[in-house]
């Protein structure tokens, strides 16, 4: 029985009754230990169990089943534990998902031998077994002590509960306040509080008796409304105190939190318990596996028999069944084991790495018997060390980084080789930074003397210091961490990459000073260097960069093995690292040469690689510049939909440099299509995190985008200010001439024409090094605005000419705009008419309501009468960009679960965006999909 809950049972009930509708939902419970989160997750089994009519526990496939797992602070350390516990009972499930998925969840509960790629695609994964399990009914999974699951299980876990919708699943988690271990985000939460004082009598009475007033009054007083210290802490009394005699309730001082009077509580009843017994309880909570015959094997090394568990077991410490021992309470076995002297504790851990001896890696047992050695050491030893190295290489290759990078740690504390400890402190920061704990990399890089490295482990190393500089500091500071390690690494194999990154940095950075420095170390005339040349070359406007102008990706290339990268020319290298990062060089300098249709199909490439690949490190930079192409080409809301998964995915991961990137696109989208509000919020919140850590670029793009609100409502002074200080972000030559065009428009219709000089001289530089057609056009267009008027048609033609050859419709319609407003000064309304009216329909046709409302103010000063949107009711827009991805898939023949695989959504999430979809489009079956899907992209084009 619970008391004082009902809010908190509510809330549970809430959600299972929408379970049971069909809606999916997770919750967060947390609050201090003791104070009744695991009586709240046996309520809810309970609830779940009457609702489902009883199927419970052990429901059958059709619904009703509840999964269980607990975090086990001794196993923190070893990947998947948590997750193999909770999904052990629906394994047969696995082969019912799409091959990636399923062989990735196989390898990472180790019943493979294979590596897992990605740890990615095992959220995903779970997602899918989950929805599988349920089978179109209901599914209850219950994660308790979640602080002390597993890194790795607890990424996979929260990756899924984040994306449940339409499953009928629940995932309720349990934290206590306070400690150490894994933290969840971005889930809804419910606090625990203490009881109030109604519940407190009420518990008290029921549960507890013979407590005289004085001794019940200290009792309320300590505890603070905490349910379990309300109930435990008589157990320590005396039967004197229980009366209220003299010195009723002795606390010890300095615990001021329940949790440390219920833990003292504990240790008090340890105490009087037999030596033989302490020793076996001391060797569980060592261990804390739950396996009784390994407790009984190590204990018989100090002579304990299962005979001596029964004063424990009397006195309802621990809990026994047939194969497994279980503290009642995880308080009791921090008591256990924080009461025994060193010596003592250091003797469990070797008593128990001696009955592990002879385990294999097979079951994870070699790597508990590792940890326990690693435990029991209290020095240097090179073979425990060696030990600690093959447990860190196992869990890697499982793709548990966290776990892994805790045991490099453990073996450079280990070792007393200097060289063996820099290379062990190096693997566990680059692991660290793999599993997204950057505040550990971070510690651990400061620990590390780099002379000790070899070139291949210093590149690696710098270069996720790099990374979490991006993400934590500024790219300024990145990229002279990157080029200290070009520096120490001369020209080796790993050189390539380390100063590739850097271009990248020194962009980002916006400042030209960084960037000549990088350039300045590029061998002239060395293979592999192609690409990063040419890019430094671009920023700096030099004459050579379209040398190394990239080639388009084949827009058909597949990955039969995922042996290697998809492409041609800059991207065929037989590491996959290497080809990533030409991938995304190589979409930089399209973009800046202009060549935006190859930046798509290189950025298509890229997502594709990722994605059949299971590599998410990269997605997100691939969906940014998709994004970005996509712009570009007026692809606007597929833009929406890549920018918004990309921002997904660096929020789930905590990049945040990126995310800036990200929300500045959004931004921009936001003000093309005129919505004020998203494009401030968007823009504000990469401007912040910008200036806060000198991203320069970032910043240009997001002060671009309200400059270019302002511009499209046709504020020109506004809309100049926030472009020209847009410009003043960035000291590369080519990154201040890409607003130009903007600048100059503002500026002329500002009425300050002088302001657009500087500017237009840029663009013309930019165009000369760009030599593409989309460059002159815009070069073209700005010359028609600043020079004479009897040159201005000229200029407007070949700009329109040019347009026609680039395939960017609303660069088009805005030199159509800008037209059509000079033929109307010029009094030749039946041409103004014609050329506006062609800016109104690709304006209206994507969405870029400002521009569009522009070009109608324009056509009625011509005489001509214009009703409201004229656009062709593309239904495409009728759609969110969730449900219009998801259209797209199944309009191509993509079933179900190849979608949800494709956007790591479960198949009854992908089946609900269709049933949603179909009414808004006026359909009622997927065979019309690919029909509608043509006529709106011949509405578009």
Same mark, same amino acid.
């Given at each position: ?10 809330? *549970? ?217 309300? *109930? ?87 809990? =026994? ?90 073996? #450079?504390?280990?070792? #007393? ?61 990145? $990229? ?35 960037? #000549?420095?990088?350039?300045?170390? *590029? ?78 199909? $290189? ?92 991203? #320069? ?120 705009? =800008? ?103 006026? *359909? ?18």
């Amino acid at each position: 029985m619970l008391y004082g809950r009902g809010t908190e049972q509510d809330r *549970i009930e809430q959600l299972l009754a929408r379970a049971r509708e069909g809606m999916s939902g997770a919750l967060l419970i947390h609050g201090e230990a003791g104070i009744g989160k695991t009586a709240l997750l046996g309520y809810a089994v309970e609830a779940y169990g009457a609702g489902a009519g009883g199927a419970g526990a052990g429901g059958a496939d059709g619904g009703g089943r509840v999964l269980r797992t607990v975090g086990i602070e001794s196993e923190m350390e070893l990947p998947f534990g948590g997750l193999h516990q909770l999904l052990r009972p629906v394994s047969h499930h696995f082969d019912e998902l799409p091959t990636p998925q399923a062989a990735a969840l196989k390898a990472a509960l180790g019943l493979t031998g294979e590596p897992v790629r990605d740890r990615f695609t095992v959220g995903a994964a779970v997602l899918a077994a989950l929805t599988a399990a349920a089978g179109g009914g209901t599914m209850l999974c219950v994660v308790d002590d979640a602080q002390w699951l597993d890194q790795a299980s607890l990424d996979a876990l929260t990756f899924a509960a984040r994306r449940l919708h339409t499953e009928g699943v629940v995932i309720l988690f349990a934290v206590r306040d306070g400690a150490q271990g894994g933290r969840i985000t971005g889930l809804p939460t419910l606090r625990i509080a203490g009881l109030d004082a109604a519940a407190v009598d009420a518990l008290l009475t029921d549960r507890i008796a013979g407590l005289s007033p004085y001794a019940r009054g200290r009792i309320v007083e300590q505890a603070q409304g905490n349910p379990l210290a309300l *109930i435990e802490l008589p157990t320590a009394l005396t039967a004197e105190q229980h009366a209220g005699r003299p010195n009723p309730v002795t606390l010890p001082p300095g615990l001021a939190s329940p949790a440390g009077r219920i833990q003292e509580s504990f240790q008090e009843q340890i105490r009087r318990l037999p030596e033989t017994t302490r020793a076996m309880l001391l060797v569980a909570a060592a261990d804390d596996t739950g396996g009784l015959d390994l407790v009984l094997r190590a204990s018989a090394r100090f002579g304990a028999t299962p005979e001596d568990l029964e004063p424990a077991e009397r006195a309802t410490l621990v809990i =026994l069944t047939e194969h497994a021992l279980a503290f009642r309470h995880p308080l009791i076995r921090s008591a256990t084991y924080q009461d025994a002297a060193l010596a003592r504790r250091l003797a469990a851990h070797r008593a128990l790495a001696d009955a592990l001896d002879g385990a294999t890696a097979a079951d994870g047992a070699a790597d508990r018997r590792a940890w326990h050695l690693s435990a029991a050491t209290t020095g240097t030893d090179e073979a425990v060390a060696d030990e600690m190295a093959g447990v860190a290489r196992r869990a890697g290759g499982r793709q548990g980084t966290a776990a892994a990078s805790a045991a490099y740690e453990r073996a #450079a504390q280990l070792t #007393a080789d200097p060289a063996r400890r820099a290379r062990f402190l190096a693997a566990a920061a680059i692991t660290s930074a793999e599993a997204g704990q950057f505040h550990r990399t971070a510690g651990l890089s400061d620990r590390i003397n780099a002379l000790a490295l070899d070139p291949a482990t210093l590149a690696d190393f710098a270069r996720v210091r790099a990374v979490v500089e991006l993400d934590r500091g500024t790219p300024g500071e990145a $990229t002279r961490i990157l080029l200290a390690c070009a520096d120490r690494i001369g020209p080796t194999g790993d050189l390539p990459v380390v100063l590739a990154e850097a271009v990248q940095t020194a962009h980002s950075a916006g400042d030209p000073d960084l960037l #000549a420095e990088v350039e300045s170390r *590029i061998p002239a005339a060395a293979p592999g260097y192609t690409l990063t040349r040419a890019l430094a070359e671009a920023l700096a406007l030099s004459p050579d960069a379209t040398q190394a102008r990239p080639e388009p990706a084949r827009p058909d290339a597949t990955v039969p093995d995922g042996s290697g990268p998809v492409g041609t020319g800059p991207y065929e290298t037989g590491s996959e690292d290497v080809a990533f990062a030409e991938r995304a060089t190589a979409g930089v300098l399209a973009q800046l040469l202009a060549d935006h249709v190859t930046a798509y199909e $290189t950025a298509a490439a890229h997502v594709r690689e990722c994605r059949a690949l299971d590599v998410v490190g990269w997605l997100h930079t691939a969906l940014h510049q998709l994004a970005e192409a996509q712009l570009a080409l007026g692809r606007f809301r597929e833009a929406r939909a890549a920018a918004e998964e990309g921002l997904g995915v660096a929020e789930e991961f905590g990049r945040h440099h990126r995310g800036t990137y990200l929300r500045a696109t959004l931004a921009t989208l936001a003000a093309l299509r005129g919505d004020q509000d998203a494009c401030a919020a968007f823009a504000g919140a990469a401007l912040e995190r910008a200036d806060g850590h000198g991203i #320069a670029l970032a910043a240009a793009h997001a002060q671009r985008a309200l400059g270019l609100l302002e511009l499209g409502l046709g504020q020109a002074e506004s809309a100049l200010a926030y472009l020209e200080a847009a410009s003043a972000r960035v000291g590369q030559p080519a990154l201040a001439a890409w607003a130009a065009p903007d600048l100059v428009e503002a500026a002329v219709r500002a009425g300050q024409p002088d302001r657009a000089a500087e500017p237009l001289a840029r663009l013309a530089d930019w165009a000369a090094v760009a030599r593409h057609p989309t460059a002159t056009a815009l070069l073209r267009r700005c010359q028609a605005l600043t020079g004479p008027d009897d040159q201005a048609e000229r200029h407007f033609s070949e700009a329109l000419a040019l347009h026609d050859e680039a395939q960017l419709p609303f660069e088009r319609a805005r030199t159509e705009l =800008l037209y059509g407003e000079w033929l109307r000064r010029e009094r030749r309304r039946t041409d103004a008419r014609r050329t506006l009216r062609a800016a109104l329909e690709t304006f209206e046709e994507l969405g870029a309501e400002p521009w569009a409302a522009r070009a109608r103010t324009e056509l009625q000063a011509t005489g001509e009468q214009v009703s409201g949107n004229e656009a062709t009711n593309v239904p495409l827009r009728r759609l969110s960009p969730q449900e219009r991805e998801v259209v797209r898939l199944a309009a191509a023949g993509a079933t179900n679960r190849e979608i949800g695989t494709t956007l790591f959504l479960s198949p009854r999430t992908v089946g609900h965006h269709l049933y949603r979809a179909f009414p808004k489009l006026g *359909i009622t079956s997927r065979t019309e999909l690919p029909g509608l899907l043509d006529r709106a992209d011949d509405a578009e084009d």
